[in-house]
């Protein structure tokens, strides 16, 4: 029998890692599938941007929201934060390669809802 950490993902679902309270990866998607969470890491796929340059790109987040966001994504070891020593303070962020790889799975999650909006429109036209 294979070793549980080179199971596929469905094996380990089934095993219930995710499914327990304590399991740390729940925090972590918790960030990652936050609304926010989804928009900064999409954002920053395009590459490097400044605070105000996100926070213009990812329309309807507030400050403090971006800032919370973006402290757990770097926490977490997807997004690098470089601060520049200038007045005033210049603050780049850009996704680490374990972001990078995150990103390419939330990126791929957007498309297909994007590409099958029509159909979930019509889908809850339907149930209303």
């Known amino acids: 029998m294979a070793k549980a950490s080179t199971g596929t993902l469905s094996a380990r679902l089934r095993r219930g890692e995710i499914f327990a309270v304590q399991c740390p ?3 972590i998607l918790k960030h990652v599938t936050s609304r926010w969470g989804v928009l ?8 490097t ?8 790109k ?3 987040v507030s400050e403090k ?14 997004v690098d934060r470089t601060v520049h020593p200038v007045i005033p303070p210049h ?7 374990l972001g990078e ?3 390419n799975h939330v990126e791929a999650l957007t498309d297909w809802i994007e590409n099958n909006l029509p159909k979930i429109l019509g889908a809850q036209q339907r149930k209303t």
């Open 101 to 103: 790889g995150i990103g």
């Open 49 to 56: 941007l400044r605070f105000s340059d996100l926070r213009r």
């Open 40 to 47: 900064v890491l999409v954002a920053l796929r395009e590459g």
């Open 91 to 97: 603050v780049d962020y850009t996704l680490t390669t």
């Open 65 to 78: 929201m971006l800032a919370q966001t973006l402290q757990c994504l770097e926490r977490d070891g997807f």
């Open 58 to 60: 990812v329309g309807g």
């Open 25 to 27: 990866s729940r925090t």
